[in-house]
């Protein structure tokens, strides 16, 4: 019998820490668990799904570089043909133009509503060891729908502040590179590229915080971006200081798997840079950043997790990693 006179237990203080490397194990255990033995429909259907997310999607994100010092006499007669040439023809210059950026955005947008179906397939996929792709390409149609429209407004936001101060940059510093000095234009040029920076930096984190935490919450809730991260957003200011670590983990992460495919991009004679075919051969290192990802997010509530809890120490079996075993 409960004795009226002492306090309900507080279950937010009971539960275990959050932590941003104890979930390493337990992914990597689930990765093993969900690729080996080899089964080969399994990693091409898995690996098919991860390609499919990773569509658009690079290892590195892009960087500006500083102009080199000087042109080259060939550098300058391209350049003055072009600029002869669009002064000569500003119509057809304007309408070549456009159509290039109308064509960029289109198939940017294409892999975009291809990757936000894909990325809930992906989690499909880890959380049930398998994954169906047409029957899964139909049940994920709503909520990805939803996550294109985010992930498409935040990235024309982004193209189009980058587009700004490119040009902005440009026109200021163009007389300096020309001459290949580095004076008051080039300086104030490298100003407004920093600026530009800081200016797409929030809407890049709110993509991969969307991509890292609002998924999920979508697919275990079957809602929309909205829904997912009301429901996630709360937990996520709760535990900011170990989300601020589980990122610096990530990018640690990150410069691993750049040194990982880079050594086997040579290693296979370039064969991990073919499209799909890298990715399967890859696809163990893609499946433990998403495990990773995953047992990461279901530790910020007990409503947030995607599989089953984890055995005490003295329960567990030799392979035990926490999670139900796939399929």
């Known amino acids: 019998m409960v004795d009226p006179g002492v306090p309900a237990p507080d279950w937010d203080e009971l539960r275990p820490a ?20 080899f089964e080969l429909r399994r990693w091409a259907s898995l690996g098919f799904v991860a390609w499919l997310a990773a569509l658009g999607e690079q290892f590195g994100r892009s960087s500006f ?12 007669q391209v350049v003055e043909r072009a600029m002869a040439w669009v002064q000569a023809n500003p119509e ?15 198939f940017a947008a294409a892999l975009l509503w291809v990757s936000s179906r894909a990325k809930l397939m992906f989690v499909e996929g880890i959380h049930l060891g398998d994954v169906q792709i047409a029957e899964a390409w139909s049940r994920w149609a709503p909520e990805a729908s939803s996550l294109f429209r985010w992930r498409f407004a935040l990235s024309a936001l982004a193209t189009a502040v980058l587009l700004v ?24 040029a490298i100003v407004i590229f920093l600026g530009g920076g800081l ?14 935490f609002v998924v999920p919450t979508m697919y275990l ?20 200081g170990a989300v ?5 983990v990530k990018l640690g992460l990150g410069a691993a798997s750049l040194v990982t495919v880079f050594s086997l991009t040579l290693c296979t004679c370039c064969l991990t840079a073919i499209p799909y075919v890298g990715t399967v051969i890859l696809l163990p290192m893609f499946m433990f950043l998403r495990c990773y990802e ?3 997010f279901e530790q910020l509530g007990p409503e947030l997790r995607l599989f089953a809890p984890q055995a005490p120490p003295h329960e567990r079996t030799e392979w035990d990693s926490g999670f139900a075993p796939p399929g």
């Open 18 to 37: 959050v932590s941003a490397t104890a979930p390493l194990g337990r992914a990597w255990a689930h990765t093993r668990a969900l690729l080996f033995p």
């Open 65 to 76: 570089q500083l102009p080199r010092k000087g042109w080259s006499p060939g550098d300058e």
């Open 92 to 106: 057809t210059a304007v309408a070549m133009i456009a159509g290039m950026l109308a064509l960029g955005f289109s």
């Open 165 to 188: 101060v490119t040009g902005l940059a440009g026109w200021v510093g163009y007389a300096d590179v020309h001459a290949g000095t580095f004076g008051t234009g080039a300086r104030t």
């Open 199 to 212: 200016l797409v930096l929030p809407l890049q984190v709110a993509g991969v915080v969307i991509d890292d």
């Open 221 to 240: 809730y079957r809602e929309d971006v909205r829904g997912g991260w009301a429901r996630v957003r709360g937990r996520l200011r709760e535990q900011l």
């Open 244 to 248: 601020l670590v589980y990122y610096l």
């Open 294 to 296: 995953l047992t990461f």
